[in-house]
């Protein structure tokens, strides 16, 4: 078996091109540009004479597909999956260039270097040491480089399984995120690997008034006045957590006061205990045991001495496990009250949470449990929801099995990841990308021998 140090160099290479690349997508439909870094895939697999397609839905947005064919067509095949668009940036927040791809006191710098152009080229560069070494599965492995995952997907993994299912179908499924680690109480060492992720119902709220001479304030029946006090109502909202057996596990694997993980497993004190807690992981906590509301969007109005008609609002909603859209108008008519008879509600991106089976009995798992112990001998895996969304979601519908899995270095933790995530100074310490590699690599070797 290789060693974490020699997928080292090679990640770090592809990853610098992938960060320059510069595939910034801002969820409309014409940026992302993610065929600089499909074609950057393309040419580095063929190098090894696999066969590489590109897929278009539209111009510039390529995804591409590799694959090792399987000697058994019956067995089980894994899909290495990892997207190549970013989020956009402010220069002005950086340290360093945000797409420079520098290597900096050991750690790559660089918009994607978490979120997850990592992974997504230690998983190529695993892809390709596979093919080098002549490996011949019994089930296909795929390796699956997608475009407008940022966006959710419509151009990238949607489009593509809606239009090439047979290109990228497998029984299990390997993505972001998860493999973040720290150690408990009892010294134990505890991996997350991702199983479960919340559902998305991104909704327009449209407030209504009446026009009016700005001079003349009072009493008027000003829209954006009332779409304040919405976004007040729905940030005071305090829906029922869902506090489900993965939920328990997480609280479990944590080093927590006894009463802190006492109150964060009682439906009454969770908010009370929460509202305790250092910002960073009570954010984390309350997403991971409510369905959410954040209003990020405000337009409308027509001049600054008129009195607006009409205000769009529109909010990140994210749901928890076994809740719909039928759940979602409910919610906002509690957050709301008097005033949700003034608002009308349309849908901009609707998708359910999905959770994919894991344990003992399933051969993903125990293949990812095998081989976290490689680099962490005695770890033990603890299943995790993803509070945002992937693009695991489209194998999961699909009733795939498709975990959110990767393994840093003991340096990088849940605060350490998330830090970095969509923010500031993104950037991936070296080690890591050799531990995610190996693993990938020897993860592939072993499901599909």
């Not at 480089?145 to 966006?151: L, M, N, P």
């Not at 991702?194 to 327009?204: T, Y």
């Not at 729905?234 to 080093?255: F, K």
């Not at 999961?396 to 498709?402: H, P, V």
């Amino acid at each position: 078996m290789p060693t974490a140090e020699e997928f080292e160099g090679p990640t770090t290479e592809l990853l610098q091109t992938l960060i320059r690349n510069e595939c910034v997508n801002d969820g409309t439909g014409d940026t992302g540009f993610e065929t600089r870094s499909s074609d950057t895939l393309k040419q580095y697999l063929e190098g090894s004479g696999l066969d590489v397609q590109t897929y278009t839905p539209r111009d510039g947005r390529d995804s591409m597909v590799a694959r090792i064919e399987g000697s058994d067509p019956d067995a089980p095949s894994l899909c290495l999956m990892g997207h190549t668009d970013v989020v956009p940036v402010n220069p002005d927040g950086w340290d360093n260039d945000p797409f420079g791809g520098e290597v900096i006191d050991g750690e790559v710098w660089g918009r994607g270097a978490i979120d997850m152009l990592n992974l997504t080229s230690s998983m190529a560069v695993a892809f390709r040491r596979l093919a080098d070494e002549g490996f011949r599965p019994k089930g296909d492995l795929i390796y699956f480089g997608v475009g407008d995952e940022e966006a959710g997907g419509v151009w990238g993994a949607e489009w593509m399984a809606e239009h090439h299912w047979d290109v990228i179908d497998a029984d299990y499924v390997l993505t972001e995120l998860g493999g973040w680690s720290h150690e408990s109480a009892d010294g134990t060492r505890k991996v997350t690997i991702n199983v479960n992720e919340k559902g998305m119902a991104w909704r327009r709220l449209r407030v209504r008034g009446t026009p009016g001479h700005g001079s003349m304030p009072f009493g008027a029946d000003n829209a954006l006045v009332k779409t304040a006090e919405i976004v007040r109502r729905l940030t005071e909202y305090r829906p029922t957590p869902n506090l489900d057996d993965i939920w328990r596990r997480q609280v479990a694997s944590m080093s927590l006061p006894d009463e802190v993980r006492d109150g964060l497993l009682d439906p009454a004190s969770i908010w009370d205990t929460l509202e305790t807690m250092p910002a960073p992981a009570a954010r984390v906590c309350h997403a991971s045991t409510h369905t959410t509301f954040s209003p990020n969007v405000v337009s409308g109005g027509q001049k600054t001495n008129m009195v607006p008609d009409v205000i769009d609002l529109e909010v990140d909603i994210r749901t928890v496990p076994g809740e719909d859209g039928d759940s979602v108008d409910e919610h906002l008519r509690l957050a709301l009250g008097d005033l949700y008879d003034h608002v009308e509600v349309s849908e901009l991106q609707s998708s359910p949470s999905t959770t994919s089976p894991y344990g003992e009995d399933n051969a993903l798992w125990r293949s990812v449990e095998k081989h976290t112990q490689i680099a962490y001998p005695g770890a033990e895996l603890v299943p995790g929801l993803i509070v945002g969304g992937t693009d695991a979601r489209f194998y999961r519908e699909r009733g795939k099995t498709a975990y959110g899995a990767g393994l840093y270095s003991a340096d990088v933790d849940f605060a350490t990841f998330g830090s970095r995530f969509h923010g500031h100074n993104e950037r991936i310490d070296i080690t890591s990308l050799g531990l995610s590699g190996q693993y990938f690599h020897g993860i592939a070797r072993d499901l599909l021998s």
